[in-house]
């Protein structure tokens, strides 16, 4: 019996133990994020590229089938140098048949200028008539007059001669060719596109509501998409006036602060649009926790490394994150994922931080 009392004891004492110390609960590993006031707006992101402000769209000016094409797209050309050929022959043609009228002209001339010179001199004599003399003279001013005109039509064959080679008027890149060799222009036609290198601008394609309704403060931070490093920012030089059909979007040049030198003609580039707002605090959408029609989030005392939620109003809200107007305070983390299953005081152990 003695015995047996002894371990119905310790039995009791044992149980007595189990209470009082009951299994601790499991520290929860969560996703976290440090809270940081912002007072900035970002109000999109677009992909453009990089272009010359001034483009010049070349052609020639008399009509022609092109012999060949003188450089390729890419290649840089200085002032006056040749681009393309037209087929001579016509032009050729056409010089030699006016230098023909020329020597025609200037024959006519010379025995119109000898008949005159002629009857002047029967006439001071006294042996000629005035008449006579009338007409040499009219004669020669009229041949005077067609030898003006001959000699400006061979200096107009020999321009359209010369135009039937195509040059630049200003050093450039060329940028694209809308003919080729063998093709048959007309005068005017565009032919060939040569950019100035030296001003570049930004160009992209805003959607119509955001460009009608761009704030004055508005800031575009330019960046290569090839090398995010490389980058500067600009302002608007110009929004085209009509969206375009099929996209609804409107074409905005945009003036560069600097021009990087990785920043050539063509290069892809991202334009990340921002505007000054007043300071808030914007979070992920997954820290929310909605309870009885009320918001509140998670907030993590690093020190004791435990949780406890904090009742906050939300402003607005996107389909990834939502805007507070108070509530928490910048440097404070907050639980950004896992919220459902936390309880107050519960040990945590986070982690870095996640993507925002």
Not at 248 to 256: F, I, K, N, S
Request: aromatic share 4%; with cysteine; hydrophobic share 40%.
């Amino acid at each position: 019996m003695k015995h047996l009392a002894l371990i119905l004891a310790g039995s009791l004492a044992l149980l007595a133990c189990s209470k009082e110390e009951p299994a601790p609960e499991p520290v929860r590993p969560v996703l976290s994020v440090e809270v940081k006031s912002q007072d900035q707006a970002n109000l999109g992101r677009f992909a453009g590229y990089i272009q010359a402000r001034y483009e010049s769209n070349l052609g020639f000016r008399v009509p022609g089938r092109i012999a060949r094409r003188a450089v390729d797209v890419g290649a840089e050309v200085e002032k006056g140098a040749l681009l393309a050929v037209l087929d001579p022959t016509d032009q050729q043609n056409q010089l030699r048949a006016a230098q023909g009228d020329l020597a025609r002209v200037q024959a006519q001339w010379i025995n119109a200028q000898a008949n005159a010179r002629r009857q002047q001199e029967l006439f001071n004599r006294g042996v000629g008539a005035q008449a006579q003399l009338d007409i040499a003279q009219t004669d020669l001013k009229t041949t005077q007059a067609s030898l003006d005109q001959a000699r400006a039509a061979v200096d107009q064959a020999r321009d359209q001669l010369d135009y039937a080679q195509l040059h630049t008027d200003h050093a450039g890149i060329v940028t694209a060719w809308n003919a080729e060799a063998g093709q048959v222009v007309s005068a005017g036609q565009q032919v060939v596109a040569l950019a100035r290198p030296d001003i570049k601008e930004a160009v992209i394609d805003l959607p119509a509501n955001l460009a009608e309704r761009l704030p004055p403060d508005v800031v575009f931070l330019v960046a290569a998409q090839l090398d995010p490093g490389v980058h500067t920012t600009a302002t608007v030089r110009e929004i085209e006036p009509q969206a375009q059909s099929a996209t609804r979007t409107r074409r905005a040049r945009l003036t560069l602060a600097d021009t990087p030198a990785a920043f050539r003609l063509g290069t892809a580039i991202s334009v990340t649009l921002s505007s000054a707002v007043a300071p808030r605090i914007e979070l992920p959408l997954s820290a929310v926790q909605e309870v009885d029609g009320k918001s509140r989030i998670w907030v993590i005392d690093m020190q004791n490394q435990t949780v406890q939620h904090r009742d906050i109003s939300v402003v607005s809200r996107t389909a990834s994150h939502v805007l507070l107007d108070g509530g928490v305070q910048p440097g404070e983390r907050v639980v950004s994922a896992g919220v459902n299953s936390l309880k107050p005081g519960q040990k945590v152990k986070t982690d870095e931080d996640s993507p925002r």
